[in-house]
């Protein structure tokens, strides 16, 4: 079996402000990780993910991650938040042998001018 | 990559009537596709899994009779809401994955029965 978690619904920070989006994975053997942004109305965009190697993955749109397997985190992060990030993130997590993926609830993050 | 087509974009039907949305795999030939739900502000729930060529797998709780899968050539998956209702209301969204189990998505479906 394998989850996410995502402790924050909603994350707000000022626009120039570094931004984090935590996310934390339970599963049982390697895990393939994933960010998502989904927009209102709208399916969802890929940001980056972590398969093997580097722990710091870069991703599109200045956003980056940090695979971290001690505390089975993958917290997302961007140094300085724009307003138009302000939308839903997902954390995702699949085995390496299986396409399903589980999502994490989602954390809304607002940025303001 | 892979491009993801959904049609429609959003629909509104009567209460008691079925709707079909398609979901297109533009420039890969995806042997499976997957459907899922969204309620507004919660994360997607798997509906199901789409085979090509054989029946979908249905998750736990998911009625397959209500939600009718269809997967008949390696582009093209389509999901029926039969005999719809208000509380089958919601965002239907379909992905392809591929190499390192790398998600595409539609743009998604917003379903309104009234």
């Known amino acids: 079996a394998q989850s996410v978690a995502q402790p924050e619904d909603q994350v707000n920070v000022a626009e120039g402000n570094p931004l984090t989006v935590k996310c934390t994975y339970s599963v049982s053997g390697n895990p393939y990780l994933f960010w998502y942004v989904q927009y209102p109305n709208r399916g969802l965009q890929f940001l980056l993910k972590y398969i093997t190697g580097d722990n710091l993955v870069k991703g599109s749109y200045g956003f980056e991650a940090e695979f971290n397997k001690s505390q089975t985190s993958f917290h997302l992060k961007k140094p300085s938040a724009l307003v138009s990030d302000s939308a839903l993130y997902f954390c995702a997590v699949s085995l390496v042998n299986d396409y399903k993926l589980s999502f994490g609830a989602g954390t809304t993050v607002t940025v303001r001018a | 990559g892979a491009v993801v087509s959904q049609h429609p974009s959003w629909v509104i039907c009567k209460s008691g009537t079925s709707v079909k949305i398609e979901c297109r795999s533009l420039?890969?030939?995806?042997?499976?596709m997957f459907w899922y739900r969204q309620f507004p502000k919660q994360s997607l729930m798997l509906m199901a899994t789409?085979?090509?060529?054989?029946?979908?797998?249905?998750e736990q709780g998911v009625e397959k009779d209500k939600f009718l899968i269809n997967h008949a050539s390696l582009t093209l998956s389509t999901l029926t809401v039969t005999s719809a209702h208000p509380e089958d209301s919601s965002f239907y969204i379909c992905?392809?994955?591929?190499?390192?189990?790398?998600?595409?998505f539609g743009q998604g479906t917003r379903l309104t029965v009234v």
């Open positions: 992905s392809v994955s591929r190499r390192q189990n790398r998600a595409f």
């Open positions: 420039d890969f030939q995806a042997t499976t």
């Open positions: 789409s085979n090509e060529g054989s029946k979908a797998t249905y």
